[in-house]
């Protein structure tokens, strides 16, 4: 062999056998970039990507190298999972690194968020083993803190769903009695104000006008006449028929002594065609199809009773059993019910609340803003009407917000046992699942809620704690709470952030340090710290959140 190319081959080997048996450089902090910088949760995770980009003549060909990423913050470390990076020579199923050109490792790191990570520091941890050597290289700081803004959506924010009661302060009653005439005639015989239903209305106006708590509203007189004949005929008959009713009515209320009735108003239908088509649809006769289709076909009156006519088959049996109907008056009475005062039924409430029905208890219950004078409501609610799901259910939405969520999880539950259809303890159910990390059963609880006016809320934090964003602002939809605010702040839309932040009807420590938030990512110093002062003035532990929090690192926060 030429002693040249001997020497040049001997070259060659010796190099390759220092790029294997070499032991590894340290790695370098300008070798490694970090998205997001800071890191930032999504939900309630906190999940980044470090990118490595591994400079040619560093990455040894023998050389296996496991990287944790590890978030260390006071008074721990979080590890994420560990990546492998291998040289060209290793048997694995790391990611390979050119040792004559370097190259590009991705290394994922994801960990579930703890307030404390707040103030934190991302590093990398390096364990190298070369041939069978095992060696740890110094960590690296790749990243630092963690901006939180997205754990402010918690089902602890949401209001729960409130089973509402059906108090009415005034309930109308409407009354009514038909007084029915011979064909072409408008007198009023004796046997019609002698019917049942005439004589009912009658001692129905009369109580009403006698009892304190009620009061006549209004009467109505209709009158009508069948469409057989002249319409010019039967508009007179029907005018008459309205005049006649309409002066016993009033001669009625002289008799009786009722000055106070509201308005009398009265009426005529000369032809009432539309009571003719449906007294025929609900008949037995025979040809009815060939009626019906008589009056689609034709809309003038004359010409219609002329076609009916004809069908000299059924004209019989209409003259008989549907024309008779049409020949009335109708009077109608509203009256109105008046229920006891607000100031009343507080008063039967603390004397007595088994004097009240359940809807009054209930109703009782909005007249306060007090949660701890709501709760006591809703429990004597539970105890007079133990069978209503809907004490039990508001029972547990007051120790929901009082963070009292194992004595909630029970009346939810008890509710739920009560109307296993009460989607308001389904969604309830639902908030609970959710503060315990049960996301499954969340989902389906939040499911069978559809519909409850609270459920868009709940839907839309427990979409951003699973860092579905778009999915959450869908459930938001045009909500003024602060949980579709902060939907609208990750989203990046501080416009209608700040509409919504704006119009919600009654701001808490959490709607200003939301809007804190705002100020600080639209650099608006002013409105950061007057809001936080807010935000702290109303919940003192919001001090130390702010303190640590990244969204405020521009900012002097001395003064809190």
């Not at 390979?96 to 404390?116: H, K, L, Q």
């Not at 005062?341 to 004397?351: A, R």
């Not at 007595?352 to 949660?371: G, M, S, W």
């Not at 938030?517 to 935000?535: C, F, I, K, P, W």
Request: negative net charge; contains cysteine.
């Amino acid at each position: 062999m030429n002693r040249k190319i001997l020497y040049i081959s001997a070259a060659v080997a010796m190099v390759a056998l220092g790029s294997c048996s070499k032991k590894l450089g340290q790695f370098q902090a300008n070798y490694f970039s970090t998205d997001p910088t800071p890191l930032e949760t999504v939900g309630e995770r906190v999940p980044a990507t470090v990118t490595g980009s591994i400079p040619a003549k560093f990455m040894v060909k023998n050389a296996k190298v496991t990287a944790t990423p590890v978030l260390v913050y006071q008074g721990g470390e979080t590890a994420g999972a560990a990546t492998v990076i291998q040289g060209e020579n290793v048997r694995a199923n790391g990611q390979v690194v050119s040792f004559d050109n370097g190259g590009m490792v991705r290394i994922p790191f994801d960990a579930i968020y703890e307030p404390a990570m707040a103030k934190s520091d991302l590093y990398l941890d390096f364990t190298v083993d070369q041939n069978g050597k095992l060696y740890a290289l110094p960590r690296v700081k790749v990243g630092n803190g963690v901006v939180a803004t997205s754990t402010l959506a918690s089902a602890k924010t949401v209001k729960p769903a409130v089973a509402k009661d059906k108090f009415q302060r005034v309930i109308s009653e409407k009354y009514s009695a038909d007084i029915h005439f011979l064909i072409n005639q408008a007198n009023i015989r004796a046997n019609q104000t002698n019917s049942a239903d005439y004589i009912d209305l009658n001692r129905r106006l009369i109580e009403a006008n006698a009892a304190p708590n009620q009061e006549i509203a209004g009467l109505t007189v209709n009158s009508y006449a069948s469409p057989e004949g002249t319409l010019a005929f039967n508009t007179q008959l029907a005018e008459k028929r309205e005049q006649n009713t309409t002066t016993l009515v009033e001669n009625q209320l002289k008799k009786d002594k009722i000055t106070e009735f509201g308005e009398l108003t009265s009426s005529f239908t000369p032809e009432d065609w539309e009571g003719f088509q449906e007294l025929v649809e609900k008949s037995k006769i025979q040809d009815k199809d060939l009626i019906l289709a008589v009056l689609k076909m034709y809309q003038d009156p004359e010409q219609r009773e002329k076609e009916i006519r004809n069908l000299s088959s059924v004209f019989d049996e209409l003259a008989d059993q549907i024309l008779p109907q049409l020949r009335y008056s109708r009077v109608m009475a509203q009256i109105n019910v008046i229920g006891k005062s607000d100031q009343e039924l507080i008063d039967l409430f603390n004397k007595d609340p088994k004097a009240l029905t359940a809807d009054e208890i209930l109703y009782v219950a909005t007249l306060t803003d007090d949660n701890t004078k709501k709760m006591e409501i809703y429990n004597a609610a539970s105890k007079v009407y133990p069978n209503d799901y809907r004490t039990f259910n508001n029972l547990g939405m007051t120790q929901y917000v009082a963070g009292d969520y194992n004595a909630a999880k029970a009346n939810f539950e008890r509710a739920a046992s009560i109307n296993p259809q009460s989607k308001e303890a389904e969604m309830n159910l639902g908030l609970i699942s959710m503060l315990n990390h049960d996301l499954r059963a969340a989902n389906a609880q939040l499911g069978a809620a559809a519909g409850v006016p609270e459920s868009g809320d709940a839907l839309g934090v427990f979409y951003l704690q699973q860092g579905d964003l778009n999915k959450a602002l869908n459930a938001f939809g045009d909500a003024k709470t602060n949980n579709a605010a902060l939907a609208q702040i990750l989203a990046k839309d501080y416009s209608a952030a700040k509409s919504t932040l704006a119009s919600i009807q009654v701001p808490d420590a959490t709607t200003y340090y939301l809007t804190a938030v705002l100020g600080a990512r639209t650099n608006n110093e002013n409105m950061v710290m007057s809001n936080l002062r807010q935000a702290v003035k109303l919940d003192n532990g919001l001090l130390s959140r702010a303190k640590a929090d990244m969204e405020f690192s521009k900012f002097n926060l001395s003064f809190l």
